[in-house]
């Protein structure tokens, strides 16, 4: 699923920035978990952040309020 939404992001870049944003409550918190190497789709989730990130600073906020709670996962 994270691979289908990096195709997505890489294809339709700030369109699908939007309908993440809009659509979607927290979705940089809904993604921070799989940043975890043991998922082995890191680079598959950074392409979606950095969308995201670029676009909207509360998701920016609520993913550094994650990485704050969860300093201990391997990023």
């Given at each position: 699923?994270?691979?289908?939404?990096?195709?997505?992001f890489k294809k339709y870049k700030?369109?699908?920035?939007?309908?993440a944003i809009n659509e979607t409550?927290?979705?940089?918190?809904?993604?921070?978990?799989?940043?975890?190497?043991?998922?082995?789709?890191?680079?598959?989730v950074f392409t979606c952040l950095?969308?995201?990130?670029?676009?909207?600073?509360?998701?920016?906020?609520?993913?550094?309020?994650?990485?704050?709670?969860?300093?201990?996962?391997?990023?």
């Amino acid at each position: 699923m994270i691979c289908a939404l990096a195709f997505l992001f890489k294809k339709y870049k700030e369109v699908a920035a939007q309908v993440a944003i809009n659509e979607t409550v927290n979705f940089a918190e809904k993604l921070a978990p799989f940043m975890d190497p043991k998922y082995g789709v890191q680079k598959e989730v950074f392409t979606c952040l950095i969308t995201i990130l670029d676009e909207d600073h509360y998701n920016c906020h609520i993913l550094q309020k994650f990485l704050l709670k969860y300093q201990e996962m391997p990023v």
